[in-house]
């Protein structure tokens, strides 16, 4: 038995110190996390930190048991360990199965408990291993403690005051990250996502060519163009919008047949702009493209930047990851260029959602833009460890946590590990596919995605895109799979973001035997 207190309550506690989770000796260093023992430790961990308030003790325990043992499913590693992926439901079920009204009185703790319920059983399971629908999925369990420890924190990144232990972290994890893209230290702040990301490059972009707009307003200054591939993240639509650029400013330049961006499309393009009055300002790269993964040419890129005397960023928000492998690095060559790069880990590197980062080449520079005068929270104006001042949000989650103290307990080693593993399952699954005469692969992936699509030897290209949009519909529907489908060269693909560095060959092999069943099936009652 031990005595807990805060300042306003005292409670006694049934948990011993010997088992907080953090106590070296249990820390088991192959403790998976995946295992049953995870819900045994957040348990305490809640019950030290939360448990000492009197409210949360008298929590009908059902409800905490409940949710515990939800932590459990859902960091289970195994298609087994999963009840569903999801289920098939209108929000016409869902307005039966839920009142989703709001109640004047408070209702009972087993109310509450049944509501968790119908919200656990009817959302969808994104950590199952057969969600791979999007680029984000399956988490890492490390990752999870982290968001609950940041739930706990309940801090803001702005000051040193309120944040000072976590403040160093986000240092010393920008200064890791920008050593990976530069070999040097350079700067950066954790964001709320790639798009808040890429957004902070155009504004950054704004900055560099026009030192004045500030004060001015881009009005003082001619139209300006902002070039990216045509299959760039529509973020970059919605920055050029919402920093008053206007849409037209962003130039898309054609991508080839593999997705990637047409170099030799670029120059005569921004010279076009140019004789048109306008002033180019910015050039991005991708590193891994949100439909297929594809790497653009950051190299020759770059050296189009600098003739141009444009602000060159890289969005490496998907393909970032691969940085930390010596086998997959070739593919950002170039990016140690870059002036800025935004770089996500709720993707490739599993960390939950959102856990992002936007890095600068040169330091001081995110400072120098988003400095503010408000005493009232910034005392100090030179006080470095202030990141508000670096940092376009104001109340900002320690999103890093998450990733640092996966870093700290898996490794570089680890990290590394885990992208290799991911890259082996999309090339034995693209292999796979190649030797199905009735698949056509999109390209042998750069990633972890997989783009590919079920023909027939009797349809057209319009009729094989009807056909593979029925497959997607079909298997989705049922809910044991999610994948998508996105259009390439003007053809519909089938397109699987494999997440999982567990799945197995007999998964994989799954995958595509539920999809070539289903495209028989459709095929045959369309024949009868
Ligand atoms: C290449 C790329 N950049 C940026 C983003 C936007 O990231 P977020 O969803 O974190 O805003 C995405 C999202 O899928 C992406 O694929």
């Keep these: 038995m031990c005595i807990l207190s805060t300042s306003t309550t005292v409670v006694n506690c049934k948990f011993s110190t010997k088992n907080r989770i953090f106590k070296p000796e249990l820390r088991q260093k192959k403790l998976n996390l995946i295992s049953s023992t995870i819900p045994f430790k957040l348990k305490n961990l809640l019950l030290h930190n939360f448990a000492v308030r009197q409210e949360l003790m008298d929590t009908n ?13 859902k960091v289970s590693s195994t298609v087994e360990g999963h009840t ?4 098939n439901l209108t929000p016409e079920d869902l307005k039966e199965s839920l009142d989703f009204k709001i109640p004047y009185q408070s209702i009972s703790d087993n109310e509450i408990l049944n509501i968790i319920k119908t ?3 009817q959302s969808v399971n994104t950590n199952h291993p057969y969600f791979m629908n999007q680029m984000f999925g399956k988490t890492q369990p490390i990752a999870y403690l982290a968001d609950v420890l940041i739930t706990l924190l309940n801090t803001s990144m702005y000051t040193y005051e309120v944040a000072p232990v976590l403040t160093l972290i986000e240092n010393e994890t920008i200064d890791f990250l920008s050593k990976k893209v530069w070999g040097r230290s350079g700067d950066g702040v954790f964001t709320s996502g790639g798009s808040m990301s890429n957004m902070k490059a155009m504004f950054l972009a704004r900055e560099y060519k026009f030192k004045d707009s500030r004060t001015l307003g881009l009005n003082a200054y001619p139209p300006v163009t902002i070039f990216v591939s045509d299959q760039a993240h529509y973020s970059f639509v919605k920055g050029a919008n919402f920093l008053g650029f206007g849409t037209d400013a962003l130039i898309k330049i054609p991508s080839d047949v593999n997705a990637k961006i047409r170099i030799d499309a670029l120059e005569d393009i921004i010279e076009k702009t140019i004789a048109d009055g306008r002033i180019p300002i910015m050039l991005t790269g991708i590193a891994g493209t949100t439909t297929s993964g594809s790497f653009d040419d950051l190299e020759a890129l770059a050296s189009i930047a600098k003739k141009y005397n444009m602000w060159y960023h890289v969005d490496a928000c998907f393909g970032g990851a691969s940085l930390f ?10 990016i140690e260029h870059a002036n800025s790069v935004s770089w996500n880990f709720h993707k490739v590197m599993s960390m939950p959602l959102s856990t992002a980062s936007f890095l600068t080449r040169d330091k001081g520079l995110l400072k120098e833009a988003f400095t503010v005068n408000a005493d009232y929270l910034f005392h100090d104006h030179d006080n470095t460890y202030d990141l508000g001042q670096k940092s376009l949000q104001g109340g900002r989650r320690p999103e890093v946590l998450k990733l640092w103290l996966s870093l700290k307990y898996k490794g570089e080693a680890g990290f590394k590990a885990h992208v290799e593993s991911l890259r082996q399952k999309a090339v034995y699954f693209s292999s796979v596919i190649e030797n199905n005469p009735h698949m056509e692969l ?6 972890v995605i997989v783009c590919f699509r079920y023909k027939a030897d009797s349809l057209d290209d319009k009729d094989t895109d009807d056909l593979n949009i029925k497959i997607r519909e079909e298997i989705f529907k049922k809910g044991d799979i999610i994948f998508n489908y996105a259009y390439l060269n003007n053809k519909v693909y089938l397109r699987v973001v494999l997440l999982d560095p567990d799945f197995t060959k007999a998964q994989l092999d799954h995958i595509l035997e539920t999809i070539e069943t289903c495209a028989k099936s459709i095929l045959m009652v369309a024949d009868s």
């Design 442 to 447: 999109f390209q042998t992936p750069e990633s």
């Design 119 to 121: 919200l656990m059983d």
């Design 325 to 334: 492998s010596d086998l997959e690095k070739h593919r950002l060559k170039g």
């Design 84 to 87: 569903s992926l999801r289920k």
């Design 61 to 73: 325990t059902d409800l905490l048991q409940y949710i515990f043992n939800q932590i459990s499913k």
